[in-house]
């Protein structure tokens, strides 16, 4: 281990952080920084959120008995300083590669993460529930949810305070107050917490007022204590987490160790309330860089500790998520009913450029993906064009919304689903696999999954043009291949495919991104001599019949490549062709999907290729319908 980190060196096991001194935890805090920056600079990761918790990290390992007391982090992208202190040091250069550590937290990988998590606001309802569980079976250990102010701006967490006086007595909630997520909070929560900040007048007050209050006479010393909850009421309003039942502490500084450990252990000893510490941090803190632009440093790619600067490839496409926002930003120019939606991922979503031109046309609603879609839906209701951009895993969220105030109305809202397919090192939690199943089941839904950056343009030209009903058009994380954008696209026509190459033998159906796979995968098999047609469907739903019966009458084998999971878009061929009676005339046809299970981070082209769905799965596949035994695809293979 380094020589610079003389305290860290020494956890093992990890509970020995709660016999340090207060110097030596000071000191800890320092190196903890220090190895954070050091590791993330190698990995890439989340680094401004964790560098903002790291006081707060040590603090909470130290005042409270993990792992017999349950510390839950809420999205736990700010977890690296966690996993430090918690055993796996030895491993956090693997963070994020495959076969490594998640950037997240996760029940698989230690004891010390009693919960997993990855989306937003779930960390105060889990609490609640190991809270339950606890005073069920008559145990004694805390229960600890570390939540950011951003996380506040989604209704499961005030679903959560609002329930956990009538669960139980017993649990701390930590507001890791930063005054950001990705980008800068939106909404009422964020300017009340920095009303209660700011009140440095009533702060002041307090204290002046509790020194008095302490040599009072005990009858005097309560009735002071009444008058000084009154008076609170006076100056800052109440505290709403106190009108839930909440024993709410705080504003204090979340890098002040002292006053740390002093409120931690004060709300260790309270049992007969839930309390609630409002902790303010800033994020990046300790490296100059991250300080000075959190937005740009809350995910990194690997860089240089000494300049900041980001070691990204130089892209040779544009990003998907580039050529979005062009294109809506085109649209809008001509069509001022546009308007662009977001849940806090204005960056993450191409919006910001569309907010810079467009500024009183784009609504960043916060981490709310439920109220984004029906206030898409509202907007729709009343004439607008409304584009709502959502990661594909994030749009789960908000999936009954989708249904009963989208679909069910018929409303022509407009979904741009970004990430769909597989994310690389976010992994599980954040790969976009199951839109194509959930969308395509809702009656009226148009859903189209664009090849090329050229066919993501002409979807948003097709999802402005239509008005009938809800339409979405999805897209992966990352650069395009390249193609020729048009200066203004033209809109398809409604559930037409194309043929992009002709065969005879072996058709190829694609559904988005992985088309360049499918003809790669045409180029192999050619080879062995198997003329393959390969198919661009454009549209899961709805599905182009046409396009599939001629693929069926013609060719003996009919392939299905989709970047989801299984229910998708084969799903919904294999159901067209059984009610046309095409698979009694004996056609082969297989479905290649994600696999029936969680994928862990890697690299996106390991993970296609775990999958089957790079060129040479799609060849064996299609090999395998046509009754190539395993010895004649090896041998293929390697001719």
Not at 256 to 277: G, Q, Y
Not at 455 to 478: C, K, N, Q, V
Request: glycine share 10%; with cysteine.
């Amino acid at each position: 281990m380094s020589s610079v980190t003389p305290v860290l060196d020494t956890l093992s096991p990890p509970e020995r952080i709660r016999s340090l001194s207060f110097h030596d935890l000071k000191a800890l805090a320092d190196e903890v920084r220090l190895e954070t920056i050091e590791v993330v600079s190698k990995t890439g990761g989340h680094l401004g959120s964790a560098l903002g918790v790291v006081e707060l990290t040590v603090a909470l390992h130290h005042v409270f008995e993990t792992p017999k007391d349950i510390l839950i982090w809420d999205v736990g992208h700010q977890t690296y300083p966690h996993k430090l202190l918690t055993g796996r040091r030895d491993r956090i250069r693997t963070l994020r590669q495959g076969g490594g550590l998640s950037g997240f937290t996760k029940r698989s990988e230690s004891e010390y993460d009693p919960f997993g998590a990855a989306h937003a606001a779930t960390s105060i309802s889990a609490a609640l529930g190991f809270c339950a569980a606890r005073d069920l079976q008559g145990k004694d250990n805390r229960v600890v949810a570390v939540i950011g102010d951003g996380s506040m701006s989604a209704g499961m967490a005030y679903e959560a305070m609002n329930n956990a006086c009538e669960t139980t007595k017993s649990l701390t909630v930590i507001l890791n107050d930063n005054d950001m997520s990705i980008a800068p909070p939106v909404g009422g929560m964020s300017a009340y917490l920095a009303n209660l900040v700011s009140g440095g007048a009533y702060q002041s007050f307090r204290k002046f007022g509790k020194s008095v209050a302490e040599r009072l006479p005990r009858p005097l010393f309560e009735a002071a204590r009444k008058a000084e909850e009154f008076t609170r009421g006076m100056v800052t309003g109440g505290t709403f987490f106190e009108e839930l039942g909440f024993y709410y502490v705080g504003p204090i500084d979340g890098h002040n160790m002292e006053h740390l450990l002093a409120v931690l252990k004060k709300a260790h000893s309270i049992t007969d309330r839930p309390v609630l510490v409002h902790v303010v941090t800033q994020k990046g803190k300790g490296y100059v860089h991250a300080e000075s632009a959190a937005d740009k440093y809350h995910g990194v790619a690997k860089f240089d500790v000494v300049t900041g600067e980001q070691s990204k490839p130089k892209a040779n496409a544009p990003s998907y998520t580039d050529v979005f926002a062009s294109e809506l930003i085109k649209r809008a120019r001509i069509d001022p009913k546009i308007v662009g939606i977001t849940a806090a991922m204005p960056s993450g979503t191409g919006l910001d450029r569309f907010a810079e031109i467009f500024p009183d046309r784009t609504f960043d609603v916060g981490i709310a993906e439920q109220h984004a879609v029906t206030f898409a839906a509202g907007l729709a209701a009343d004439g607008m064009k409304p584009f709502c951009a959502i990661y594909s895993t994030f749009l789960q969220r908000g999936y009954d919304q989708v249904a009963h105030d989208v679909a069910l109305q018929d409303l022509p809202v407009r979904f741009a689903i970004d990430r769909a397919g597989l994310v690389g090192a976010d992994g599980a939690t954040h790969a976009g696999t199951f839109d194509v199943g959930y969308l395509g089941a809702l009656p009226g839904m148009v859903l189209m999954a664009a090849s090329d950056e050229a066919e993501l343009a002409a979807m948003i030209a097709t999802a402005t043009a239509y008005d009938d009903g809800p339409s979405a058009f999805r897209y992966p994380r990352g650069e395009g291949t390249g193609a020729v954008i048009p200066e203004l696209a033209e809109a398809l026509p409604i559930g037409k495919g194309r043929i992009v190459r002709e065969g005879s033998k072996v058709a190829i159906l694609s559904l988005g991104a992985r088309l360049s796979e499918a003809l790669k995968a045409a180029d192999i098999l050619a080879a062995k001599g198997l003329s393959t047609t390969v198919a661009d469907a454009r549209f899961a739903k709805p599905l182009d019949k046409d396009l599939i019966r001629q693929l069926a009458k013609h060719h003996e084998c009919l392939i299905t490549v989709e970047e989801g999971a299984v229910g998708g878009f084969g799903a919904f061929v294999l159901h067209f062709l059984a009610e046309e009676g095409a698979l009694d005339a004996g056609l082969k046809i297989r479905t290649l999907t994600l696999p029936d299970r969680f994928q862990d981070h890697d690299k996106p082209d390991a993970m296609y290729a775990d999958a089957g769905l790079d060129a040479e799965g799609i060849a064996i596949a299609a090999l395998q319908a046509l009754g190539f035994s395993e010895s004649e695809i090896v041998k293929l293979a390697k001719a």
